[in-house]
């Protein structure tokens, strides 16, 4: 039976199962609890006054026998009953009136062998949460894995209802980290020059070994509780705004983890997309926007699982895509959240993302939702923001992206000192003159390094000074930057040849009993190794750190750079110049990723250059007079600001 068939079938089924909406003077104590007759009933809770309809998934065995009322207040009934393919699922369209009374209701189920309840809560809405402002180019994010960045309560290490229990010496083990640790270092952040927190997932990930990095969900209304509770991740969010960082959910609407409960008894054969053997994504984002690209191709693309760990979820199910939308409403309405970042966007299928974008963004109109849109084609990430002008026109409605050639330009540009035709700093030149492709350069995500790739130190072979130049532009480039955590500090891989294991680095100073605590400025000043445990100069950690710091504090007050223009500069020696501008100031910018010194061509910038006055050097804090005669040293980075 197609999908139409079925839920026509459906919907003429509903009348049998729906009872009259409930009565406003029921008594609980006429009806017996469900006990555990119902295993899982999601959402958890919902709110007044909200524009997205309520569906509830009712799960518990044989429960489709049963017809369903509400009871217990004014204004909230069920409106529609669903079938599902197995018989211990419903799928309850609620209502949720304008005039509905906050408090506690009660779902009522009735079948052959009598009546049980299920107590439901529904909230009120506070006052001018649809309008909550969401991350922008005025925020730094920073990126925390939560495993690895700090364990403030080492007692939920390993938990007796999780499978893989904390070993901290096993690359891809799970080594402590939680919610209390990334609480009790929100200053650290703040003093950063952060003004945004992303987290890798932290809903529970069960798998029995490599569960650490969370994108294997296995529930997806419940914290891990290796990481904490439900109300800690909703403390840690109100702790953070106390700090004036704002908190971004990743989430992952693509695929679960094999240890998600519903695997057990699926609600639909078509729940997640099965082949009658194992079968992979092709990893072809092309077949989404290519005119000659074959259906087969886009049906891997779509339908393909990301590993065989992870099935992929079938969105094109309308009881699914349902499922995450409201799932993702309620996690940004629980916890007061700011943002989403969405894991492995152009694996799900395109047309029903669009309408989940869509669907968050009319709940909360200023809400941002940046997508994981890994490709290094400039045409075909454009592709995936919304608004752009797609020939087959196609509006993901997806706000942000991340800009993946930029952070690939960075890594080739400044990893080499060749000054090879199209090589060094010209490929930086080069990606940026492809901006005019973009439909919105202020909803871009850019960043040298995240979780899921080499640290930027490695990369560029521990050398201090280029690193330097990655934060300089970081701070001073067009978008929305976003910092990989130990990054401020060169952190490098513990064992590079461990791959993502090894890259995600413990914190030195976030689990009891550390020798080196780069959390503190006396810590960091006195450490004499970095995370590989080879030897750097002691005071380096607090000199990276202080150098990261002084940017990304002096950016917060700088609308020059979160709103600014940029006009950049080609050369063919290795160096690059852009000014970030606007009709009252500048920021200069000459990075010098050379072996030797150059001077600064300050006359081929008069077109812009002319007129400026009141110079200032960001990072020493000093008067700059800027000329011909400038000289900027091997691999070092020059940064003024301007009157204009």
């Keep these: 039976m197609d999908m139409f068939s079925r839920n026509i079938l459906m919907a003429t089924f509903a009348a049998g199962l729906v009872s009259c ?5 029921f008594d609980p104590a006429s009806v017996e609890d469900a006990g555990d007759r119902i295993a ?8 007044t006054g909200m524009k997205t309809p309520l569906q509830l998934m009712i799960h518990g065995e044989d429960i489709s026998s049963y017809s369903i009322r509400i009871e217990g207040g004014h204004g909230v009934e069920v409106t529609g009953v669903h079938k599902a393919d197995s018989p211990d699922y419903l799928f309850a369209d609620v209502e949720v009136a304008d005039d509905a009374k906050p408090g506690t209701y009660w779902i009522v189920f009735s079948g052959k062998d009598g009546s049980f309840k299920y107590s439901y809560d529904i909230a009120a809405r506070k006052d001018g949460t649809a309008q909550r402002k969401s991350f922008s180019t005025a925020d730094m994010i920073y990126l925390i894995m939560p495993d690895r960045f700090a364990n403030g309560d080492p007692s939920n290490d390993s938990t007796p209802d999780t499978e893989e229990k ?3 010496e096993a690359f891809f083990g799970r080594h402590g980290g939680d919610i209390k640790g990334i609480i ?7 003093d950063l020059g952060a003004t945004a927190i992303w987290s890798t997932p932290l809903l529970l990930d069960n798998e029995p070994e490599g569960s650490y990095h969370g994108y294997a969900c296995a529930d997806y209304y419940r914290i891990d509780p290796r990481f904490g509770t439900n109300g800690l991740y909703r403390e840690f969010v109100d702790q953070a705004h106390g700090k004036g960082l704002k908190v971004i959910m990743d989430i992952v609407t693509n695929h679960c983890g094999t240890a998600h409960w519903w695997m057990k008894d699926l609600p639909f054969k078509d729940w997640v997309h099965q082949f009658p053997e194992y079968t992979g994504t092709n ?11 074959s259906r087969y191709d886009l049906m891997l693309q779509e339908s393909g699982w990301f590993v065989p760990s992870m099935p992929d979820m079938n969105l094109d199910n309308p009881f699914v895509l349902n499922y995450f939308t409201q799932w993702a409403v309620w996690w940004a309405e629980y916890a007061g959240l700011d943002g989403f970042r969405v894991d492995t966007y152009p694996y799900n299928e395109k047309n029903a993302m669009s309408r989940w974008c869509a669907a968050i963004l009319e709940e909360y109109p200023d809400f941002n939702i940046v997508g994981e849109c890994w490709t290094s084609s400039i045409p075909q990430l454009a592709y995936w923001q919304g608004g752009n002008r797609n020939r087959d026109g196609f509006d993901s409605h997806l706000p942000s992206i991340m800009d993946f050639p930029l952070q690939e330009a960075i890594w080739k540009g400044l990893s080499t000192s060749s000054t090879a035709w199209g090589e060094g700093m010209v490929r930086i030149y080069d990606c940026l003159s492809h901006d005019f492709v973009y439909h919105d350069l202020s909803r871009m995500m850019i960043f040298a390094g995240n979780h899921d790739m080499d640290r930027i130190g490695d990369v560029l072979g521990h050398n201090a000074d280029r690193q330097k130049i990655v934060m300089a532009m970081m701070a001073t480039m067009r978008g929305i930057p976003q910092i990989f955590y130990g990054d401020e500090m060169m952190f490098v891989s513990k064992d590079r040849a461990q791959g993502h294991g090894g890259l995600r680095v413990d914190f030195p100073g976030g689990w009891p009993g550390d020798r080196t605590d780069l959390f503190s400025s006396a810590g960091r000043a006195a450490a004499k190794v970095n995370t590989d445990g080879k030897p750097v100069p002691e005071g380096f950690a607090a000199e990276m750190h202080d150098y990261t710091r002084t940017l990304f504090q002096w950016r917060k007050g700088k609308p020059v750079i979160h709103n600014g223009k940029t006009l950049h500069f080609l050369s063919r020696d290795n160096t690059y110049a852009y000014f970030r501008y606007d009709d009252t100031d500048a920021v200069f910018v000459f990075i010098n990723n050379s072996r030797g010194k150059k001077h600064i061509p300050w006359s081929h910038y008069a077109e812009i250059a002319d007129g400026l006055h009141d110079g200032r050097n960001v990072i020493t804090g000093e008067a700059a007079e800027v000329n011909d005669s400038t000289v900027v040293g091997p691999r070092q980075v020059l940064v003024v600001e301007y009157r204009r």
Excluded: V
């Design 21 to 25: 909406a409930g009565h406003t003077h």
């Design 40 to 47: 899982h009933l999601e959402p958890l809770s919902w709110w």
């Design 166 to 168: 904390a070993d901290r």
């Design 184 to 190: 009790d270092h929100l200053d650290y952040i703040a």
């Design 283 to 293: 990893i072809c984002f092309s077949t989404n926007m290519d005119p000659n690209a």
